[in-house]
């Protein structure tokens, strides 16, 4: 698992006022970006997911049993991806355009 820290996409240029998150397994710490020495908050997976508004969706490739399948879940400019086996594990983020140009050329003609 990546353990590093990830600045907010909602940061400006300068790096002004945001927070950097760091998502491990067993949890999720949060900071503020200018003070990296300072106090860290400490929460768990789901309770960030809950707090950042996550809807995941499984994919439709799916069994019943779950199987070898990604979770989809879109937030506010950017679309989240990850493994349905391994929801605590890493994602994968990328840009609405980027997931729309990547559904548009994997799905049926």
Known sequence: MNNAWFKSS?????GGQCVEVKRTTAAVR???????AGPVLTVSPSAWTQF???TWHKS???GAEGG?????????????????KSTAG????VSPATWTEFV??????
Do not use: F, M, Q, W
């Open 90 to 93: 890493p994602l994968l983020t």
């Open 60 to 62: 439709t490739y799916s």
């Open 10 to 14: 909602h940061s400006g240029a300068e």
């Open 52 to 54: 950042i508004g996550l």
């Open 30 to 36: 949060i900071r503020d970006s200018k003070a990296a």
């Open 104 to 109: 548009r050329a994997v799905s049926p003609k």
């Open 68 to 84: 070898e399948c990604v979770e989809v879940a879109a937030g506010p400019g950017a679309v989240h991806i990850r493994d349905s």
